[in-house]
């Protein structure tokens, strides 16, 4: 499986801030995915990043809020704009490909507003 | 509405012994299922997956049985380990819709020395 890193790994962030997380990953691959985390609750899936074009957005979640980059094959970021406090979560990339539906996942980035 | 439901919360085995880990889903278009392992700090690892299939699929000490009828399927660790101890998620997929995984609120597994 690819290896997958993302920077932060951790970050405390103030209200009306904004943070943007990085997901590396070392070999080309079709799908990258960001999820959420909230505590004490499962794994949502925030969007598709798509490369060279508009990430998908699922139901909930909006360009404005979560803007998403994927200039190439191996490389996305994650914005979270205007931070409030119901945003602290654990943000988590996957990647997959189209040969199978696993997805492999990155550490985590785990975030604090305060 | 949850589409796939993991109801235990928690299980505590003891090691050596059999973890039987459970987990129910709601929509039929569902096809992949996998089971994910993840330690606090670190991003969830892939354990195991099965299509559906197939009724039965084994991994050295993971199995994962499913049973589409019941909209049900389980996942066995044997013999149970304390490195073991995790919360173990459960998701779901419908092959081809762009690989979107369903996951469900996670079982935190403790396995005794």
């Known amino acids: 499986s690819a290896v997958i890193s993302q920077k932060p790994s951790r970050d405390i962030c103030q209200r009306g801030t904004s943070l943007t997380i990085q997901c590396q990953v070392d070999?080309?691959?079709?799908?990258m995915f960001w999820y959420r985390q909230q505590p004490g609750q499962s794994l949502t899936l925030i969007a598709t990043a798509n490369q060279g074009s508009e990430a998908t957005y699922e139901s909930g979640f909006v360009i404005d809020k979560f803007p998403i980059s994927r200039p190439n094959l191996t490389f996305s970021t994650l914005t979270v704009s205007n931070m409030s406090p119901e945003d602290s979560s654990i943000y988590l990339c996957s990647v997959g490909t189209k040969y199978t539906d696993t997805q492999y996942f990155g550490p985590g980035t785990r975030l604090t507003v305060l | 509405d949850q589409q796939v439901k993991q109801n235990s919360p928690s299980l505590s085995v003891q090691e050596g012994r059999i973890s039987i880990l459970n987990c129910d889903y709601t929509?039929?278009?569902?096809?992949?299922f996998l089971w994910y392992k993840k330690y606090p700090a670190e991003g969830p690892t892939f354990l195991i997956s099965?299509?559906?299939?197939?009724d039965k699929n084994e991994d050295g000490r993971f199995t994962v049985f499913l049973n589409k009828s019941a909209k049900h399927l389980s996942l066995h660790i044997v013999p149970s380990q304390p490195g073991d101890s995790a919360v173990y998620f459960c998701?779901?997929?419908?092959?081809?819709?762009?690989?979107?995984?369903?996951f469900g609120k996670g079982i935190t597994l403790s396995v005794r020395p």
């Open positions: 099965i299509s559906s299939i197939k």
């Open positions: 998701a779901a997929s419908v092959t081809g819709a762009n690989s979107k995984l369903t």
């Open positions: 929509n039929s278009m569902f096809d992949y």
């Open positions: 070999s080309q691959v079709t799908m």
